[in-house]
């Protein structure tokens, strides 16, 4: 983190970003407004993000289904024993 950086709220700003620079001008308003769009934005990937693991959990656990029932039916046509094994 660079050393000029401002909290604020629970955030840090960086040096150069907007917000940082409505908090070195006392610029409150623009502060706040600028805060509240990150938090926006922020939400939205993160909401993305858990819609994405939760798409590849389903996904995940339609192979495993998958591959689950192709076990087993491969065990009922005797697929899974060595040639020549009997019994």
Known sequence: MHR???RYKDVWAAPGS???KALTDKDMDLAERT???CQKEANAL???ALVT???R???IQQECERDFLNLIEQ????LDKP???TG
């Open 4 to 6: 000029n950086c401002i």
């Open 57 to 59: 959990a389903a996904k």
């Open 75 to 78: 065990e009922s046509r005797g």
């Open 53 to 55: 693991r939760e798409e």
């Open 83 to 85: 040639k020549g094994e």
């Open 18 to 20: 907007t917000l940082h």
């Open 35 to 37: 805060y509240q769009q």
């Open 46 to 48: 993160e909401e993305k």
